[in-house]
């Protein structure tokens, strides 16, 4: 029995077939992590999302930005899906769209394994938080997408402010700087206020601003965090945090993370030939 981290897919279907392949991952006894973004961008969400719904029971997936926008378009109106892109409208339209909706809405935030020793997130934790405060903020939003309220939370799900994560916040202000931080965080300052303009290579940000996991001090916590989201920082190892965005999308690489060995082992194979970084960067 082997455990995997898989990075972001994002709609990247062959090369997601070609990595299980290269495995030779058997869903009877292994199980696979997937680290968020399952879709947008590459070409062939609904393919990517169908077939993670199939291999659901050896499956544990927590949610990223893109696919916490995929839901939140999901609550429009037809005429208003109708205007997203032609990767996203193939899902929204698809017959087995509401099953696949649902069942991408009630996936994680954040997943822990005490046995393994490993923390699953899409983008990072604030600086502050213990493992304990992480569970309990990502758990108050997984509860709320998962009850009849969470049309209120996707309508209301976008936004810069607040920018930093507070004991003090409430409500839907509370969810939406945990959902910020667990989601789209990759530089921060010392309080946790996120910089959502930094997208580039540790060494880039602004004044003030830190990757995330070296913000000075921040909260040590006993577990290895894997994680996704920063396609610039790439794989990434180092203060217990394994970064495995490796671009497929972009040109890079897929990459799948063994969890269960006695070291970290990385298996990985190539973009597809057609698919390259566009001026500016990618998100």
Known sequence: MATYAIGDVQGCYPELQRLL????????????????????????SLDTLRLVYTLRDSAIVTLGNHDLSLLAIGQRKQDAQARVNPELREVLFADDAPTLLEWLRNQKLLHHDEALGWTMVHA???????????????????????SSRHPRLLKNLFGNRPAAWSSRLQGIERMRASINTLTRMRFCDVNGRIDFEGKGVPGTQKPGMYP???????RR???????????????????????????????????????????????????????????????
């Open 221 to 283: 916590r006993d577990t290895r965090i894997v994680c996704g989201h920063w396609s610039a920082l790439g794989r990434f190892a180092g203060m217990g945090i394994h970064a495995i965005d490796t671009g497929c999308v972009w040109g890079g690489k897929l990459t799948a993370l063994r969890l269960d060995a006695e070291e970290p082992q990385y298996i990985t194979i190539d973009a597809e030939p057609h698919r390259k970084k566009p001026p500016g960067g990618g998100d």
């Open 21 to 44: 392949e290269k495995l030779r991952f058997d869903p009877a006894c292994d199980r696979l992590w997937f680290c968020g973004d399952l879709v947008n961008r590459g070409g062939q």
């Open 212 to 218: 995330w996991f070296e913000v000075p001090g921040v």
């Open 124 to 146: 990072g934790l604030a600086p502050s938080w213990t493992l304990k405060q992480a569970q309990r903020c990502a758990g108050e939003i997984e509860r709320e997408l998962s």
